[in-house]
């Protein structure tokens, strides 16, 4: 009980960007109760140790990274008992070639000769963003990303948010590979080809790869186009952001998996694009400016399912976003 109180209050504080050092002396504690929270299960003893000294070297960095990044808090979350390879590999999704991927129709600095975006916005006040769903062990969070832009299209024009079909990007997207990666822009490719996405009501979530099961007669969001924005300035994504709607971008992810809250630190995201989110809005704490996220992890995961990221001067973006070309979609 004690440990659970700790990993609760960990929890509950995260709003305030409060951290919690935890006793790697009750660490076995604190592995117990995460047991029990996360309903977890291991075949043996000797998985289940395995798991335990990947948990509390996990607990170290946790500590470490509060101390080192105080906007921000880390703690214990679902992925705790996972080594950050195991994690990657599991829970992000992005192919390595996903740079070199657009749609058609691309947009760069230049082309962006509009402005007016406020200093703090947020799409889900527009009720535009529906609510935050979870790809559990599969790496879909391509299509997940992709649906989330498709959605918010479909709702920014219909003013109704419906969420609509990741499933029918996993079995139908012929360039993707369902839990082992894909891109935003050819899934959007494909719903253009294919006429649009069906409810998620009408074609279920699965976690794997299947047959294509499109029925054409069911299409909700009808897919006309969509666009990549290639671009270097961070002002000119904010523009975007408020004048187009919620944008598909990836980013690098290695250390979510301990985000607990507050403004994730743009110097832990170094390395290779990962992961496929939702940026969906932009504010300022404290004197820290910060983008606002959407992913696919649950809304156990983070802020309810959200997560803020440092709005540095980063050259690359905020982990590494504006080396993807970003993508939103057309939709009637």
Not at 98 to 104: K, R
Request: aromatic fraction near 12%.
């Amino acid at each position: 009980m004690y440990a659970f109180f700790l990993i609760t209050a960990c929890l509950c504080v995260s709003a305030f960007t409060k951290s919690v050092e935890y006793s790697l002396e009750d660490a076995d504690r604190y592995f117990e109760d995460f047991i029990k929270e996360f309903d977890k299960q291991y075949a043996n003893e000797i998985e289940k140790e395995t798991r335990f000294q990947i948990f509390k070297k996990n607990l170290e960095d946790a500590n470490r990274l509060n101390k080192e990044h105080p906007d921000a808090v880390f703690g214990i979350t679902a992925f705790m008992d996972l080594t950050t390879k195991e994690f990657v590999s599991t829970y992000t999704c992005l192919r390595e070639d996903a740079t070199q991927v657009y749609c058609d129709k691309i947009i760069h600095d230049a082309d962006i000769d509009y402005t007016g975006a406020p200093e703090s916005f947020d799409w889900r006040d527009k009720n535009v963003v529906t609510p935050v769903k979870d790809q559990g062990g599969c790496g879909s969070c391509w299509a997940f990303s992709a649906t989330a832009c498709v959605e918010s299209q479909y709702a920014i024009k219909h003013r109704e948010a419906i969420p609509l079909s990741e499933q029918e990007l996993m079995d139908c997207d012929e360039n993707s590979d369902g839990c082992g990666g894909g891109f935003m822009s050819t899934a959007m490719k494909a719903l253009i080809a294919k006429g649009g996405q069906m409810k998620e009501s009408d074609y279920k979530y699965e976690g794997s790869k299947g047959k294509c099961r499109l029925d054409k007669r069911k299409i909700v969001a009808k897919v006309t186009d969509c666009t990549s924005y290639n671009l270097t300035s961070q002002e000119k994504v904010k523009q975007v952001l408020y004048k187009v709607g919620p944008i598909s971008i990836g980013i690098q992810a290695a250390y979510l998996n301990m985000y607990t809250g507050g403004i994730f630190p743009d110097k832990l995201c170094l390395g290779k694009i990962s992961h496929g989110v939702l940026l969906v809005g932009y504010g300022t704490e404290n004197g820290k400016p910060y983008w606002l996220v959407k992913n696919s992890w649950s809304h156990s995961f983070g802020e309810r399912g959200y997560f803020r990221l440092h709005r540095s001067d980063n050259p690359n973006g905020a982990c590494q976003m504006l080396n993807d070309a970003m993508t939103t979609a057309t939709v009637e």
